[in-house]
């Protein structure tokens, strides 16, 4: 094998938040409407309002919007992804676009590293939009769960309107290199909008070299600005690896529409790949970084839940 278990670690928290009255939330934009209120709210709390942004704020170090959004990094990224730098995404888990108080928001924060200590941060600033509100409705936090790989264990870290004395579990990847490959032949299900740009070109329909190059480099972007340490892989053999990979048919479409930013004022676009893509001739010492993929996202926006996919063979 050309690459180590990575040094990165995740938590996995599961929010319940019960609106006061129905509300309409489309599932395609809900982590992007979660991002939107998170940010706004804790730059609120923890910001001055005289501060011109974190690159010359006199607090960054000690300010976790900063440190959360704007993350100093020590050294340039190998990827250059949107978010590639953010140690957190957000997984909606609802199927439908009504949330009402007898079917609640459900979603999954995903931490990684160093920033899983700032839990608690996600847990008050959700809080708080009980009265700040999500999408101009008023919704309270129900209950927040700490998970563990498997979604069946938990420990109860928010109940009946109050932090609990638990905490959380944290997760390592082992568990992937520990298990048979399923074949040459994988089928991706994209979930989100995937988008990947690899070699300064935009895949309409991902290549398998596309994805594992930015699976490669978002490892060990956030392995080295969130755990401190180098990723062991030989980077350049991963890459040429996956190039003898083949699509043999795709179903799918591209997928667009408009995001505001409340930060910038600025409308952008929001795009990608959504379908099914099968590969063939793929190496089996890929299928530990697919199966880390799977948890960890691929492509850009991945802290809104965008680069979500399923792996199986075919």
Known sequence: MFYDTPPLRIARFRFEMRPASPMRLPASRCGEVLYGAFGTVLRRIACDPKCDGAPSCVRRTEC???????????AAPRSAESGACKAFLFRPLNDGDEITPARPLRFELRLFGTAIESWGVFVDVFRRLSTTGLADRAVDLVSVLSLDWSGTSARILFDDGAMTAAEPIVLG????????????????????????????????????????RRLRDRISTLSTSWESREWNADYRAIGECAESAVVRRSEGEWSVHERHSTRTRREMPVEGFRGTVF??????????????GEEIHAGQHTVWGNG????SGW
């Open 279 to 292: 590969y063939d001739a793929v190496d089996e010492r890929l299928w530990p970084l697919l199966r880390i």
């Open 173 to 212: 990847f082992d568990r992937f290199f520990e298990t048979a490959p399923a074949g040459d032949r994988v089928r991706i299900d994209f979930l989100t909008p995937t988008l990947i740009k690899d070699r300064r070109t935009l895949l309409r329909v991902p290549t398998l070299g596309g994805v594992i």
């Open 64 to 74: 976790p919007y900063a440190a959360l959004f704007e993350p100093a990094i020590p």
């Open 308 to 311: 979500r996919y399923r792996l």
